[in-house]
């Protein structure tokens, strides 16, 4: 038999209680269309939202991965500039000294020779010198090595070693000319040694600086994967939280309802005094 009291409304109180859930449930769907998050805070799922965020941690710290390949990789590929420039400039040094072994020349055709080919040798020192990339230079004797971070946490890196390109690093020297037709034909034999050094310090550059591009292509392709594992986790599916929103907007109505009519019940008890 029900219980008719003015001092405790008992239908009153669960429609209360049903009402004030479904604005707890509203808050929550409104949040997350607010922010695109099921699991914006630690509060909405604690073992969630800390993956997440050790997942967000490996994730930005692949930016500096980024950045540290890619300076490596600028640096390995100005070396190659200089060293292709230094190959060609070989190329033409052998055409002067080939033309300068003819005996037939005379001693001015010679010297005109010789000062073409100092030129030459003297712009292989500027290419060395000018080839500086963030304050780094690989083809100067003793040159830097580049060491580019590999992983998340620093505990690999990717090397590429630095190459001699400097006149006394491929056999040659500040004084090498081809004055005379003998000097010239023994130049012949070193810039053939000069030509195969070269070439072969450039295929090392050469494969260094692939082989950073090809981990700067996993690197940003495993950001990607953490970044779609991160969202998988914590982003809300919008369309569900949209037809959840309507159907609690209805209840929230029909609960304002319910309580209203609760209310009035204990207003009906006045007719028994009457």
Do not use: C, Y
Request: net charge negative; hydrophobic share 40%.
């Amino acid at each position: 038999m029900p219980f008719n009291s003015v001092n405790t409304n008992v239908g009153a109180m669960v429609a209360l209680q049903n009402l004030n859930q479904t604005n707890g449930e509203l808050m929550t769907t409104q949040a997350r269309i607010n922010t695109g998050k099921r699991v914006a805070s630690a509060k909405d799922n604690g073992a969630i939202w800390a993956i997440a965020q050790n997942q967000r941690a490996t994730s930005n710290s692949l930016n500096a991965v980024k950045e540290s390949l890619q300076r490596g990789q600028s640096t390995t590929d100005v070396a190659i500039s200089a060293g292709e420039t230094i190959s060609e400039l070989l190329l033409q040094m052998k055409e002067k000294a080939l033309a300068a072994s003819d005996t037939t020349l005379d001693a001015n055709s010679l010297a005109a020779l010789n000062d073409d080919f100092t030129s030459l040798r003297d712009q292989i020192t500027k290419a060395v010198d000018n080839a500086v990339f963030n304050g780094a230079n690989m083809v100067e004797a003793s040159g830097t090595t580049v060491e580019a971070i590999a992983n998340a946490d620093a505990s690999s890196v990717i090397t590429v070693a630095a190459q001699d390109l400097s006149l006394s690093g491929i056999g040659l020297s500040s004084g090498s000319s081809i004055g005379t037709t003998s000097a010239a034909s023994a130049m012949i034999t070193t810039l053939n040694s000069a030509i195969t050094d070269v070439s072969s310090k450039l295929s090392k550059l050469g494969t260094g600086s692939k082989s950073l591009q090809s981990h700067l292509n996993f690197v940003m392709k495993l950001q990607d994967t953490l970044d779609a594992g991160v969202g998988n986790l914590v982003d809300a599916d919008l369309a569900k939280e949209s037809a959840k929103l309507q159907a609690l907007q209805t209840k929230q109505q029909l609960g304002i309802q319910a309580l209203s009519i609760a209310n009035q019940s204990s207003s009906i008890l006045l007719g028994l005094f009457r």
